[in-house]
Every structure is written in structure tokens, then in C-alpha cells.
């Protein structure tokens, strides 16, 4: 298992400034995850943070809106840039650790979420 | 490419009956198939999963669902539903054949359990 301290919880922007989101796990884990959610709808993966190189984005998601740093095994940090309304959002980190054999087959453990809103 | 459906937005159920919330997927190879909840103002909490071996898996809550590969379903249900039931679920898959770890999600099913 894994437990996720995400923070903030919640914040209110102005437009045009970024905010960064700081996510820490208690464990080593290799793969880690940023998503976003629309209150009430689904998670749509931003990209995978991987521990020394460059993350890898989904499409329709790009590196200068929302730089991803992972300078160890148990924190990332995702930042979302020149933000504007479109932005306003749940984020939420999650990890896969290792499951037996070392493969992706264990559950998702996710973050408690930042409540984003843009004004 | 993998993908999620759930085919309904919501589920309606009274207290004490039986209720299933529906999920189909697709992917190139065995999936891995999970299912998740999450309550208003919370995270997403961990349910179920399948990964290989019996079809039918016994999850948290009394929640179960079955892997059903030849209709490419994992359907989740309970026998008898509680009021705190009421949550959004989502059904998620990935495939291991990546390796990656990435999961897709579904749109998300809102279960209400009426007393």
C-alpha cells in the first residue's frame, strides 16, 4: 500500500499565475501519476512522472502549461502555468507501487486531490 | 489502445436490494481491471480488482464483481445495497503488456440508495 500527502487541498488563482502542487508518498515507488478531474466526472491522466527523466504527456497536454518535476522515488511536483478559468479543476497524484513479479499489477493509490479554481 | 465504459450515468436502487453498476472494456491483451470509489469531498478509495485467476472477485464493503472476457464486462454488484452506498464509481483498466502502470477510467457511474 501507500499512503499520499498531496498539498494544497485547495486553492483560489488569479489568472495569469501559476500554482505548484507538491505530492509525497511514503514509500519508493516507481510510477507515479498526475490526473485531473471536473467535479463529478472522470480523471483524465495528465502524464506519468518518471524519477529521472522527463515526464511523459498525454495528448492535448503539454510540458510549459504543466511542468512535472520527480526528484526522488517518494515526491513529484506538478505545476500548472499561466493559468486560466479552463484550468479551474481537481488535481490528483496517484501511484502504482510494484506488485508481485514487479509488474503494474497492484491498485492505484491516489491523493486526497487540489480543489484548483481560477478567477 | 485501452478504454472504459460505463454505460450508465446513474443508478437508482432502494436500500436492502441488489444493485450492479455496469463496465466494459477494451484492450489488446488479459486485463488488469480495478474498481474505485469516491464520496463527496474524498479521494479515490480502492474496491476491487481483477488480475488473473477466478472471474468472480470478492472486494471491500461486500462489493463483488465478475470478469466476464467473452462480453468484455466487469460488473460491479452487492447483494443487498446500504443508504452509504451513494458514491460515484469508477471502473478502470490497464493493460499489462505495457508495463507503464497507466490507468483509464471510465466516465463514472453515480449510485443513490434510497432508504
Known sequence: SAVISQKPSRDICQRGTSLTIQCQVDSQVTMMFWYRQQPGQSLTLIATANQGSEATYESGFVIDKFPISRPNLTFSTLTVSNMSPEDSSIYLCSVVPRGQGGGPNTEAFFGQGTRLTVV | ?115
Open chain 2, 1 to 115: 489502445a485501452q478504454s472504459v465504459a460505463q454505460p450508465e450515468d446513474q443508478v437508482n436502487v432502494a436500500e436492502g436490494n441488489p444493485l450492479t453498476v455496469k463496465c466494459t472494456y477494451s484492450v489488446s491483451g488479459n486485463p488488469y481491471l480495478f474498481w474505485y470509489v469516491q464520496y463527496p469531498n474524498r479521494g479515490l478509495q480502492f474496491l476491487l480488482k481483477y488480475i488473473t485467476g477466478d472471474n468472480l472477485v470478492k472486494g471491500s464493503y461486500g462489493f463483488e464483481a465478475e470478469f466476464n472476457k467473452s462480453q468484455t464486462s466487469f460488473h460491479l454488484k452487492k447483494p443487498s445495497a446500504l443508504v452509504s452506498d451513494s458514491a460515484l464509481y469508477f471502473c478502470a483498466v490497464r493493460d499489462p503488456n505495457t508495463n507503464a502502470g497507466k490507468s483509464t477510467f471510465g466516465d463514472g457511474t453515480t449510485l443513490t440508495v434510497k432508504p
